[in-house]
């Protein structure tokens, strides 16, 4: 794997570059920092014909973008901007002295597919130009991963299975949200009933190598048993056990193909038992761990 390859603008413009690194086949991360001396329409162009999926994690400040198209997207400090294009031209924009660091995955499609499979291929990335998919506060989870991605100086990551195992719980953190159909009931949850939901979901994303229990669920977010259970269905189609069940098996498929061994991938999901974990996640995937891993080697 070769090292981060960096793009710098010229200092007239201000203190602003981009570094690249290629992690797999089709899975790249990109890290960013601008302080542009003036208002700054960066001309920014995608025509290589490729379909991809783009997670942006702001890490700090506010920036955006337009497309020719007229889509716009919006980058803010802890929030995570989901989108998908090909062969999208627009400008990213920067204020005048106001630090921007941001964090990009970039999936291209057969990534996708691996992981969303063909529906998910088809219902994600558009034939042409950007689709906006998802704006939302960034898990405590993820912002652990994505800190450490963007990690400069001290003590930077090198170990190509650390770098996998992050870039990969990033794309599995944004994996039950992209993947769950539409709400049509959640309206009849309140605003801040869906704002604890959220944040029951980014405690299982963050705490799932604990043994959660809907009780200690509901103690952490505020809401009665009967309302987490009745809401998660509404909002994420599943019981908060599925939901829970469906984050770990996710996230123990980035760790396995990312290299990891059997027993360290079921304890970072909260088995403590390796043979229990080899048959929760055998009746979830359909195939075995060791399966898995084998196709790594």
Same mark, same amino acid.
């Given at each position: 794997?070769?090292?981060?390859?960096?793009?710098?603008?010229?200092?007239?413009?201000?203190?602003?570059?981009?570094?690249?690194?290629?992690?797999?086949?089709?899975?790249?991360?990109?890290?960013?920092?601008?302080?542009?001396?003036?208002?700054?329409?960066?001309?920014?162009?995608?025509?290589?014909?490729?379909?991809?999926?783009?997670?942006?994690?702001?890490?700090?400040?506010?920036?955006?973008?337009?497309?020719?198209?007229?889509?716009?997207?919006?980058?803010?400090?802890?929030?995570?901007?989901?989108?998908?294009?090909?062969?999208?031209?627009g400008e990213r924009r920067y204020k005048?002295?106001?630090?921007?660091?941001? +964090?990009? *995955? $970039?999936?291209? #499609?057969?990534?996708?597919?691996?992981?969303?499979?063909?529906?998910?291929?088809? @219902? /994600?990335? !558009?034939?042409?130009?950007?689709?906006?998919?998802?704006?939302?506060?960034?898990?405590?989870?993820?912002?652990?991963?994505?800190?450490?991605?963007?990690?400069?100086?001290?003590?930077?990551?090198?170990?190509?299975?650390?770098?996998?195992?992050?870039? +990969?719980? *990033? $794309?599995?953190? #944004?994996?039950?949200?992209?993947?769950?159909?539409?709400?049509?009931?959640?309206? @009849? /949850?309140? !605003?801040?009933?869906?704002?604890?939901?959220?944040?029951?979901?980014?405690?299982?994303?963050?705490?799932?190598?604990?043994?959660?229990?809907?009780?200690?669920?509901?103690?952490?977010?505020?809401?009665?048993?009967?309302?987490?259970?009745?809401?998660?269905?509404? *909002?994420?189609?599943?019981?908060?056990?599925?939901?829970?069940?469906?984050?770990?098996?996710?996230?123990?498929?980035?760790?396995?193909?990312?290299?990891?061994?059997?027993?360290?991938?079921?304890?970072?999901?909260?088995?403590?038992?390796?043979?229990?974990?080899?048959?929760?996640?055998?009746?979830?995937?359909?195939?075995?761990?060791?399966?898995?891993?084998?196709?790594?080697?």
């Amino acid at each position: 794997m070769a090292g981060w390859s960096r793009l710098q603008l010229p200092d007239t413009v201000g203190d602003c570059h981009a570094e690249r690194l290629d992690i797999d086949h089709g899975l790249a991360v990109v890290r960013s920092r601008y302080l542009p001396r003036r208002d700054l329409a960066e001309h920014s162009a995608q025509q290589d014909g490729a379909r991809r999926l783009i997670l942006t994690f702001a890490l700090q400040g506010d920036s955006g973008y337009e497309s020719q198209g007229g889509e716009r997207l919006a980058f803010s400090a802890g929030f995570t901007t989901v989108s998908a294009a090909r062969d999208s031209v627009g400008e990213r924009r920067y204020k005048a002295n106001e630090p921007v660091a941001q +964090l990009r *995955l $970039l999936v291209d #499609e057969d990534t996708v597919a691996r992981y969303f499979g063909e529906q998910g291929r088809h @219902r /994600l990335l !558009p034939d042409a130009g950007l689709r906006p998919l998802a704006f939302g506060r960034t898990s405590a989870a993820s912002a652990a991963h994505a800190a450490a991605l963007g990690r400069r100086s001290a003590q930077p990551i090198q170990n190509p299975l650390d770098l996998h195992i992050h870039a +990969l719980s *990033l $794309l599995a953190g #944004e994996m039950c949200a992209l993947q769950a159909p539409a709400p049509a009931a959640a309206g @009849r /949850l309140s !605003p801040q009933d869906i704002r604890k939901l959220e944040q029951a979901r980014d405690l299982m994303q963050a705490q799932m190598q604990s043994p959660l229990t809907v009780a200690y669920l509901c103690a952490s977010v505020g809401l009665g048993e009967s309302k987490l259970q009745r809401g998660c269905r509404e *909002l994420f189609g599943a019981s908060p056990y599925r939901l829970l069940l469906e984050l770990r098996m996710r996230r123990a498929l980035a760790l396995l193909e990312a290299g990891a061994q059997v027993a360290q991938t079921a304890w970072q999901v909260g088995y403590a038992h390796p043979a229990n974990f080899s048959a929760a996640f055998t009746r979830f995937h359909g195939r075995a761990p060791k399966a898995v891993r084998g196709r790594q080697r």
